[in-house]
């Protein structure tokens, strides 16, 4: 049983940062790709980023620039750093992977206040 665990958010003022981690039961290079989702009140869960096993990245518009994902193969961990956090960033984000089929963590909750 594959399990994502998420951790690192919380409540940050605008122009912030937050660093989330998703730590994988088993090793992420058996996932391609991994990436991260959010999910704002009342609004679909949208793709953040993705990251396939070469290391190509997809990232949303409304992130570039802002937010980078990496990976650490030893700790079986992905990670989100994210910068000049805006107001409309605040969401539930989880960690994705697929293998055969989609796999996803808790969630973990970030605010971003004005």
């Known amino acids: 049983q594959v399990q994502l665990v998420e951790s690192g958010g919380g409540l940050v003022q605008a122009g912030g940062s937050l660093r989330l981690s998703c730590a994988a039961s088993r090793s992420i290079s058996s996932f391609n790709p991994m990436g991260w989702y959010r999910q704002a009140p009342g609004k679909q869960r949208e793709l953040v980023v993705a990251i396939s096993r070469g290391g190509t990245t997809d990232y949303a518009d409304s992130v570039k620039g802002r937010f980078t994902i990496s990976t650490d193969n030893a700790k079986n961990t992905v990670y989100l750093q994210m910068n000049s956090l805006k107001p409309e960033d605040t969401a539930v984000y989880y960690c994705?992977?697929?293998?055969?089929?989609?796999?996803w963590g808790q969630g973990t909750q970030v605010t971003v206040s004005s």
């Open positions: 994705n992977a697929w293998n055969a089929r989609d796999y």
